[in-house]
Structures are given as structure tokens and as C-alpha cells.
């Protein structure tokens, strides 16, 4: 009997994995808030398909919807804490398109204005931890390579 692994990359692909629902995740971290706006800003999109989208971020707890006026009712859309999370992912996307994409916009800091790069963080260690020495672990697949502990790995 064959046991179906849950990929994470998958999981959430099929949430954010269309040509537009990241983007519009990236303007409402970018401050827009209203439906107008994030149809100017995600250029293309046709209304019905942002519609969707958003109800769709909605469904999922990353977004939440709150009418900002009564006639005719019109919402504004923010992030959740569960769609805040999804700024790591637009923002490793950003520093990868900077690097090898023709990209107009930069991941930059806010306070120094410098470019930033996403990096891979162990919260138990409280230490970075370089990509050569992350990789994605299956449910009872050890932790660890066969006879190395945290003490003899590379650093």
C-alpha cells in the first residue's frame, strides 16, 4: 500500500500557484487595499479573476475582508498573520528574479534603503543556516546523514 507524501511546496502551490494570486499577495504587502487598486496595480488581471482570487485568499484565512462603505458596500482586503507569512516566499522570489530575471523592483531594507537577500534561519539554533545545509525532510526520515550530530556537520 502505497502511503502519498504531502509535499509542503505542493500544499501551497496549490493555494498561491496560479499566474496571479502571489502577485496580488505582493501589492497587499505593498499597502493596496482596495479592489481598484489592486487592479491597477497587478497589471492584466481581468476583474473576474481578481474576484476569484481574492475570495479564494479569503477562504483560506489569508486575507480578510472588511466593507470600508456602505452605499454601494465596498471592501478593503488585508493580510492575515497566515498571508504576512507569505512574504518570505514573494520576497525569495524577488531576490531571485533580481538576480536572473529582467526585474524593474528591488528587495530592499526600509531603514538603510541596501538590497537584502532571503536567507534560511534555524529558530532553535538562532543562526542562519546556509542552503548547502537545508534540505526538505520526510515524516520518519532522520534528521541528520547517518552518523554525523549537529557537532560534526560542516559548518
Known sequence: MSQTVRCPVAAT??????RWT????????????RFNELRMSVDG????????????????GVVDRRPYQDRPVRYEYR????????????GALADWGQRYADADLALVDRECGH???VVYHC?????????????????????????????????
Open 13 to 18: 502551490l496549490e493555494l498561491v500557484g496560479d
Open 45 to 60: 488581471i481581468p476583474p473576474a479573476v481578481l474576484a476569484a482570487r481574492l475570495r479564494a485568499l479569503e477562504g483560506a
Open 115 to 117: 538590497g537584502v537577500s
Open 123 to 155: 529558530p532553535t539554533c538562532e543562526r542562519q543556516a546556509p542552503r548547502r545545509r537545508v534540505r526538505l525532510a520526510g515524516r520518519g526520515e532522520p534528521l541528520l546523514p547517518p552518523g554525523e550530530t549537529p557537532a560534526t556537520l560542516p559548518g
Open 22 to 33: 502571489l502577485l496580488i499577495v505582493r501589492d497587499l504587502l505593498r499597502g493596496r487595499k
Open 79 to 90: 493580510l492575515t498573520p497566515k498571508g504576512h507569512a507569505l512574504g518570505v516566499v514573494v
